[in-house]
């Protein structure tokens, strides 16, 4: 069946530092991948989208990379500061045409000042 | 232009009653999403609907769940007789007909049963 696997522990980074997520996939083949914030009791918001042809995509301090060989994004913040702590959700989507994501179970972020 | 809305917040329901919960999409979007979240997992897609169709319902358990997207009005997903395991979050996203694959969120409805 699907799979998204991303990092359950939560990460804790110092303010300043690059904060690095990962999100990976098993027995699918998205047409696109996004990356969404989720603070607490909120609705998640989308920050990025990358498509299967793309090996890179940035956003102001975010970067994403998706390796569609290795089944793997990866989710950069540069210059983390204490507002960028909050979980950080993968989806997958394309497979079905019908804009249905499949979501990661999300890691949560903690920068410290 | 107001985000997507969904209301009520917070919904009590004990177990066997009805629970409607109500989603607004953004001005000029067109198609719906509903996901559920229980504690500590990940968002699950439920339904797809554009108005007055359903597209993709393959999230949506068997029994007594419906959704629906009415020419007229907001999204209305319903849960018949409730069970404590359908206590979780309930989010609507919606999109603009064409374009953009971003789906913008609403707040939630938090939906607790007793």
């Known amino acids: 069946s699907q799979k998204i696997e991303q990092n359950s522990e939560a990460l804790n980074i110092q303010e300043g530092k690059t904060a690095t997520l990962t999100c990976n996939y098993t027995?699918?083949?998205?047409?696109?991948l996004q990356w969404y914030r989720q603070d607490p009791g909120r609705g998640p918001v989308f920050l990025l989208l990358?498509?299967?042809?793309?090996k890179e995509k940035r956003k102001e301090r975010l970067k994403v990379t998706f390796d569609t060989t290795l089944k793997q994004s990866l989710f950069h913040i540069t210059a983390s500061q204490p507002a960028d702590s909050a979980t950080y959700l993968c989806?997958?989507?394309?497979?079905?045409?019908?804009?249905?994501?499949?979501f990661g179970q999300g890691t949560t972020l903690q920068v410290k000042p | 232009n107001a985000g997507v809305m969904q209301n009520p917040r917070h919904l009590v329901r004990r177990r066997g009653q009805e629970a409607r919960l109500r989603c607004s999409p953004m001005?000029?979007?067109?198609?719906v999403y509903w996901y559920r979240q229980l504690p500590e997992e990940g968002l699950k897609f439920m339904v797809y609907?554009?108005?007055?169709?359903?597209?993709?319902e393959s999230g949506m358990p068997k029994e007594r769940f419906s959704a629906e997207f009415p020419k007229e009005g907001p999204s209305i997903l319903r849960i018949q007789q409730v069970v404590r395991g359908d206590s979780a979050a309930y989010f609507c996203?919606?999109?603009?007909?064409?374009?953009?694959?971003?789906?913008?969120f609403g707040p939630g409805t938090r939906l607790t049963v007793l």
């Open positions: 609907l554009q108005k007055e169709n359903i597209i993709d």
């Open positions: 027995n699918y083949s998205p047409a696109y």
């Open positions: 001005k000029g979007h067109s198609h």
């Open positions: 990358i498509r299967e042809n793309e």
């Open positions: 989806a997958l989507g394309g497979s079905s045409n019908t804009g249905k994501l499949i």
């Open positions: 996203a919606s999109s603009p007909p064409s374009g953009t694959l971003e789906q913008f």
